[in-house]
Every structure is written in structure tokens, then in C-alpha cells.
């Protein structure tokens, strides 16, 4: 194959053979390109492949015709690897040094560059072209095979970069932190026997017998025997455990801002010795977030919107019509004729709970209306109007005024009013909630009241439920196993369209995304799904978990993982595919109302120390499944729920931090491509980095605008499902879809880069309050002050 590269091959010897001439000069060949050197040029020449001295030695002495044929095959070999064109200059790119010949290097060169020497323009570099491997097969036009302009980066660091930009790495470390963490937690000696006295089987025969066994003591408080929660008391860790486990504590109060301010900066360190792998990384990272996101909301929300639009009933005042759940049949194909009667009854009794600090009576009076438009309202449905004693006269003559409107509409009126000045009680929703559930609970005792037939909604003030979304709250129960129902969380998909037509542009980006992302959720059958704003569950299930906690400002989503800690995983939510609608924060000046959205997204973005809670309540749960007697059966229920849990963590990191280190990631890369165009020498062809890379996220941001125009038109479909619960006149580009899409459209492109630049800052501002603070202040979003009824 030399020869035939154009040098003349000798004729063979007539003392030895073809094979074995060709064997001892291929041998010889070898030898000689091991004694290649590569002679650096001068400015502008080209490199040069030249036999050293030593080459003439390597020959053997041998007849003059083996000597002669070596030699052409030197010549050939010479012109061959001079083909190559291997260029040994200081000139970009980071060629290993294992990629080319032996010795192509100089020897006053120690191999190729790595880590921060890349920065150093001082520093020799190299550039390989044309090394082609033996047997590439290329499908370019011709068969021509044609390599692109790009710059060497290790694909083992990539990868490894690519999983500490998304926080996987950190929630696997975090875990194995976690167990560590609880096997130096010790129980008290003389505790140790009272602390693992259950037995599973022990515990579901005291579940069986506790139903109607609550009790009530001489200071009012409430003895449950469903609530035995899998967690170690704190009060029962010994003393140097319950010093390590207030370390524990004090440190998951910092995973958020680690994830949010942490990795970014970890990011950019190691950008140092890995410029171009980081830069890669992010690029690559951010780009496939923002894409797979749209297509998520793409393809589920629009089979959300098609199975709503099958199974939502067109009488709304018909009680026998009840939507289905997504994995279900309509519902005139299971619901029987006993179920039906089941539901209209009494078999299900609900209990509706809306807690409220500062809201006008009219807003709190359309919720009621509209759950009085069930027909099983007066037989089935109770409320309990969760009110603040802080609001003084003004709440007593709140409650008395809706007790005096909606008196008979539902077969029982409750009122709380949650008092000030409790411990670990901040004002809202999640506090006032919490003390409800408690008057709910010694009503329903005292009343002597049937127990475990009870199903809770919590509401917000401002939340319009469907008419048929209690029938088909009922019929889920029943329809659910004995003892899966009592482990359920039902979710109707919440749209914030109440005041739609007043929405300026920025809130409206938000409306939008946040319907789709929810109604998304609810139609996956594979996702980990939190409540959300209004939602319901069985009374033994808030029971068992010790109902909600005052202190945890996002009480739906911290509920949901309340329940499922304390369920060990058992705990699910099911969508119930009939819409709520709600308000949006509304004040009287288009600039007011986009800074009451600012207000609400500070708020939800306080969903972050949800994270924080699930890894401080892990130690407590593994610690009490070790001191149980059935050890092994404890541990397996711990071990699977926190394998479980691990996509609890993902959605919440999906949710919180993605949205939060987006920006910063994009901030990022933007100042570390600047840096390398201000501090790489020429020779680096930093360009080539920067050429390859941009493609794939190029393509990836066409996709996602295909698909966010995709979910623009959705929502069109949303509205035109709940059009007629919608507030105030359209304007006349509304009537007409395709304008009204081009609004929403014009919208997304102009506001909806600040509309998520701002929810980074709300994620940014949650993660600091969560680490330098031990409770948080309710910010109360301001609501139309004159809403009208609902059509």
C-alpha cells in the first residue's frame, strides 16, 4: 500500500520470496517510524517528518537489493505520514497526546496542555488536522470523509460536569449523607423498649380499633390514636444525638441555597482547569431544561385538554354526569346505578375548608356559591369557615353575614377563628388551616359523627369549583379500594382565570405556564404529583399525619409530602379532570397588579423548604424503623419509600431549582464565553467551541418555540372550557380565536423572558429566607375588591 502511494517498489531478490521480503520490511518500516521526528518549523513554514540519524543504523546490514527496497520503502513511508499533515505548532485546540504517532511531540514539549494551562498563552499548544483512523466509512455525498473544525474536550469530564450542573449528584450525596446521619442517632436506653413496642401488625389492629376513638383532654386538646407517625420523637434522642440532629437540621436549612447559589459558583470554580467542558455543560444543560419542559407541557397538556373536554359533563346541574379521572373510562360507562344512589345518600360526607386573612365577603361568598351548585349540597356538603381573630369585629361579622346567605344551601355552616400570638404560628393559610382541621375534628367528636365516611376539600377564598366536582369527588372514594382510599389526595386542575380578562401581559405569561405545567402533571400517568391550591383528601388520612402544619408556609405541597413521609410512600395524588378556576392578584393599576403577581410568586417560591423538610424528617424515619421489632419489614417500607421519594425530589428540583439556576446558568455561560474571548490567545481557536456548541441549542430553542407556540394554542382551549365562569366582558380581539392566540403569542415572546427572570429572583430570595430564617412572613396578595358573581 506504501508503494502504491507512488513510490517504485524493488523487484524481489532472487534468493528470497515475495511474503517473506514484504514481512521483513514492514518489520523494518515499523522500526524506522519509531525513529521519526518532527522538527518544529519556523513563523509561517510548514512542519516537516524527516528519518533521524538513527534510521540509517536501524537498517541491517543485507545484500545490497533488501537494503535498496528498505530504502524506497523509507521514502514512502516518508511521504505517506507527511500525508497526514500532523502540525506541531502553538496553535488552539487540546489534542491528547495518545491520539497521535509515537514521538510526534517535540521533545522540549511534556505532551498536550491540561487543565488551566489553557488559559496561559505563554503555553505551547497544538492542533491536529486530517488524522484520519483506518476504516472510517463516511456518509457525506461521495463517500468523502470530511472532519469539522472542533475543539478536544474528554467526554468522561463532560458527563461528570454535565450531573453536577443538575442537582442528580447532590440529591445522591445528600441521601448517602442522610443515612450516615442517622445511624449516630441513639435513643435514650430507657426509652428504647416504649419506642419499639409496635409491631407492624400491632399497628394496623390499633388502626382498626381507633376510627371512633378520639378523645379530647381537660385543656382541649385532641387524642388521636390514628396518629402514630414511623418518626423517632426528638424528645427521645439521647443528648449528644439530639445535638448532632439540630446540626442536621441547621444544615438542611442550606440545601437550597446551595442548589440555587452553590452550584452556580461551584460551576464557574471549575471552570478554571475545565473552561470548555463547563461552558459545554451549561450550554448543553439549560438548552435540553427549557426543551424538554415544552414538549412535557406539549404533548400531556394536550391530552389533558382532550380527555376534559370528553369527560367534562355539558350540563353542569346534572348530578349523574361525573368525569371520569384520566386512566378511567367516562363516567356513564362505570358508574352503576347503586354508586349513583351511594353518592347522593350521604355515604360520602364532605367537609369544605376555607381558610381566609383579610379577604372581601364577596370573594369568599362566590366560592360558596359555587359549591352550593352541587346537587348534593344541602344533604352532603358542610363548610367550615376558617376566620383570624386578628381581624377582630370584622371577622365575627364576616362569618355571621355568609352564615346569613348561605343559610340552608348546605347542611352545616362550622366557623374557627385562629388566634394570634401562637408559637410557631405565622398568620395564613397554612396556620389558619391548621387550626380548622383541629376545631373540625373535636366538632365531629363531640358530635358523636360518623368518622371514616368524612372527606376534607381545602379551598382557597377565591377558588370556583366545577358543579360536579363533589359528585365526582364521592364517586372516586367509593370506587377506590377500602384501604387505598384513605391513603388518596384528589387534584382538579386549577386554572387562574377567574379575572382573565383583566390580566396584564407578565401575569398572563404566568397564567399560562403555570396552568399548562399543572394540567400536564395531571395527565402523565408516570408523574410524582403535589396538591396544589385546592385539593381533598380523606379525614383518616389528615388523621394519621397529625393534619397540617402551621409553620410551613406552602401547606398543599408540603402536605403532599407530609403524607407521603408518614405513609412511608403509600400516599398518592389522582387527578379528578373537571376545572377550578380562581383569581390572579388583581390592584387597580396595571403596574399594581403586576406587582401584586410579584407578591404570590414570593410566596409559592417559599415552596422550597419543602426540600429542606424532607431531608430533615428522613433521619427521624429511619432511626424509628431500626428500634422497631419488626426490623427488617421496617426498613424495607423506609428503603422503598425513600427510593420513591428520589422522584419526589426530582419533580421539586424540576419545579424550584431548575427555575432558579436557569438564569444563573444563563448569566454564567455568558460571562464564561466572555472571559475566554477576552483571555484565550488566538492560537486556542476558541471560535470552534463556540461554532459547535451553539448548534445543538440552537435547535433545541426552534423546538421549544414550536412547542411553546403549540402550548399558546391549548390554552385557547382551556378558556373556551371554562369561558363562561370567566369575569367581565372580552375584549373583541378575544372573540376571535386566532387573535386571541396571537395575543397570548406576542405576550410569551415580549414578557416571558422577564416573566421567569423574576421567578429566579422569588427562587433566589426563598432559598436565602429559608437559611438565615426559622419562620416566614405571609404576604397577602391583594383581589378584585368588586368581583361579581359567577355566570
Known amino acids: 500500500e506504501a508503494c502504491a502511494g507512488g513510490a517504485a517498489c524493488a523487484a524481489t531478490p532472487p534468493w528470497r520470496g515475495r511474503t517473506e521480503l514484504w514481512d521483513e520490511s514492514l518489520s523494518l518500516l515499523q522500526r524506522i517510524s519509531r525513529q521519526v521526528e518532527v522538527r518544529r518549523p519556523a513563523e509561517g513554514a510548514a512542519a516537516q517528518l524527516e528519518p533521524s540519524s538513527q534510521v540509517s543504523e536501524a537498517i541491517p546490514a543485507a545484500p545490497s537489493e533488501l537494503l535498496e527496497s528498505s530504502r524506497e520503502l523509507v521514502r514512502a513511508a516518508v511521504h505517506a505520514l507527511d500525508a497526514l499533515t500532523v502540525t506541531v505548532d502553538r496553535h488552539g485546540g487540546d ?19 491540561t487543565g488551566s494551562k489553557i488559559w496561559n498563552s505563554s503555553e505551547a499548544w497544538l492542533t491536529v488536522s486530517k488524522w484520519h483512523p483506518a476504516g472510517v466509512v463516511s456518509s457525506l455525498p461521495g463517500g468523502e470523509v470530511k472532519w469539522a473544525d472542533v475543539s478536544y474536550m474528554s467526554i468522561t469530564e463532560l458527563l461528570v460536569l454535565t450531573a453536577v450542573a443538575y442537582p442528580a449528584f447532590v440529591i445522591a450525596l445528600l441521601l448517602i449523607i442522610t443515612v450516615v446521619v442517622s445511624m449516630f442517632l441513639k435513643v435514650r436506653p430507657e426509652l428504647l423498649h416504649a419506642v419499639g413496642a409496635d ?22 386538646s385532641i387524642q388521636d390514636p390514628l396518629y402514630c407517625p414511623p418518626v423517632l420523637p426528638q424528645e427521645c434522642l439521647s443528648d449528644s444525638s439530639r445535638r448532632v440532629y439540630q446540626c442536621w437540621v441547621r444544615f438542611c436549612s442550606l440545601i437550597p441555597c446551595w442548589m440555587v447559589f452553590g452550584m452556580p459558583m461551584l460551576m464557574m470554580g471549575l471552570a478554571r482547569p475545565y473552561p470548555q467542558e463547563v ?123 355568609l352564615q346569613a346567605d348561605f343559610s340552608g344551601q348546605f347542611r352545616e355552616i362550622l366557623v374557627s377563628y385562629h388566634p394570634a400570638g401562637l408559637p410557631n404560628d405565622p398568620p395564613g393559610k397554612a396556620s389558619n388551616l391548621a387550626w380548622a382541621f383541629k376545631a373540625l375534628l373535636r366538632h365531629l367528636v363531640i358530635g358523636q359523627h360518623e368518622l371514616s365516611n368524612v372527606v376534607l376539600t381545602v379551598a382557597d377564598a377565591d377558588s370556583e369549583f366545577h358543579a360536579s366536582y363533589f359528585n365526582c369527588l364521592a364517586q372516586h372514594f367509593l370506587e377506590t379500594g377500602d384501604e387505598i382510599r384513605y391513603m388518596r389526595i384528589w387534584q382538579s386542575p386549577v386554572f387562574h382565570v377567574k379575572n382573565y380578562h383583566r390580566q396584564p401581559a407578565p401575569v398572563l405569561v404566568g397564567t399560562m405556564f403555570t396552568a399548562m405545567q399543572e394540567l400536564a402533571a395531571l395527565a402523565d400517568p408516570n408523574a410524582v404529583r403535589f396538591p396544589y391550591s385546592s385539593y381533598s383528601l380523606s379525614l383518616a388520612l389528615a388523621r394519621r399525619v397529625g393534619g397540617w402544619d402551621a409553620e410551613w408556609i406552602a401547606e398543599d405541597y408540603h402536605m403532599g409530602i407530609k ?34 403577581r410579584w407578591t404570590q410568586a414570593k410566596r409559592h417560591a417559599l415552596g422550597f423548604s419543602d426540600f429542606s423538610y424532607f431531608f430533615m424528617m428522613l433521619p427521624l424515619l429511619f432511626s424509628y424503623a431500626t428500634t422497631q421489632r419488626s426490623g427488617i419489614q421496617s426498613l424495607q417500607a423506609f428503603w422503598s419509600m425513600a427510593t420513591y421519594g428520589v422522584t419526589l425530589l426530582i419533580r421539586l428540583v424540576n419545579i424550584h431549582v431548575i427555575i432558579g439556576i436557569l438564569s444563573t446558568y444563563t448569566l454564567c455561560t455568558s460571562l464564561l464565553k466572555m472571559a475566554m474571548l477576552v483571555m484565550f490567545s488566538d492560537d486556542r481557536n476558541v471560535d470552534f467551541l463556540f461554532s459547535r456548541t451553539s448548534f445543538c441549542p440552537q435547535l433545541l430553542m426552534v423546538s421549544s418555540s414550536i412547542c411553546t407556540v403549540f ?13 363562561d365562569r370567566v369575569e367581565g366582558e372580552p375584549e373583541r380581539y378575544i372573540t376571535s380565536s386566532l387573535l386571541h392566540w396571537a395575543r397570548n403569542a406576542i405576550a410569551i415572546v415580549v414578557c416571558g423572558p422577564f416573566y421567569f427572570l423574576g421567578l429566579g429572583i422569588c427562587i433566589w430570595k426563598a432559598a436565602l429566607n429559608v437559611a438565615i430564617s426559622t419562620s416566614f412572613e405571609y404576604e397577602v396578595a391583594p383581589k378584585p375588591t368588586a368581583a361579581k358573581p359567577a355566570q
Open 95 to 113: 489534542m491528547p497526546s495518545s491520539a497521535l504517532p509515537d514521538e510526534a511531540v517535540s521533545s522540549d514539549h511534556d505532551g498536550v496542555p
Open 199 to 220: 409491631s407492624i401488625g400491632d399497628t394496623i389492629a390499633r388502626e382498626a380499633q381507633a376510627w371512633q376513638h378520639v378523645g379530647i383532654a381537660a385543656d382541649g
Open 711 to 723: 402550548v399558546s394554542l391549548l390554552f385557547i382551549s382551556v378558556y373556551s372550557l371554562v369561558r
Open 279 to 401: 461552558f459545554a455543560a451549561l450550554t448543553l444543560l439549560t438548552s435540553a431544561m427549557i426543551f424538554i419542559n415544552g414538549m412535557y407541557m406539549a404533548i400531556f397538556a394536550g391530552s389533558a385538554i382532550v380527555r376534559m373536554r370528553l369527560q367534562t359533563p355539558v350540563d353542569t346541574s346534572a348530578s349523574t354526569n361525573v368525569a371520569a379521572s384520566v386512566d378511567a373510562p367516562t363516567s356513564a360507562e362505570v358508574a352503576t346505578a347503586l354508586q349513583q344512589e351511594q353518592v347522593q345518600d350521604g355515604s360520602v360526607m364532605h367537609w369544605v375548608i376555607l381558610p381566609q386573612y383579610g379577604e372581601e365577603v364577596e370573594i369568599v361568598a362566590g366560592a360558596l356559591r359555587s359549591i352550593s351548585q352541587s346537587s348534593m349540597a344541602a344533604s352532603s356538603i358542610s363548610i367550615v369557615l376558617g376566620m383570624e381573630e386578628r381581624e377582630g369585629d370584622v371577622a365575627h361579622s364576616k362569618a355571621a353575614q
Open 563 to 596: 403524607c407521603f413521609l408518614l405513609s412511608l410512600g403509600r400516599s398518592t395524588v389522582e387527578p379528578i379532570l373537571v376545572p377550578t378556576i380562581n383569581y390572579t392578584p388583581e390592584a387597580d393599576t396595571y403596574l399594581g397588579t403586576v406587582w401584586a
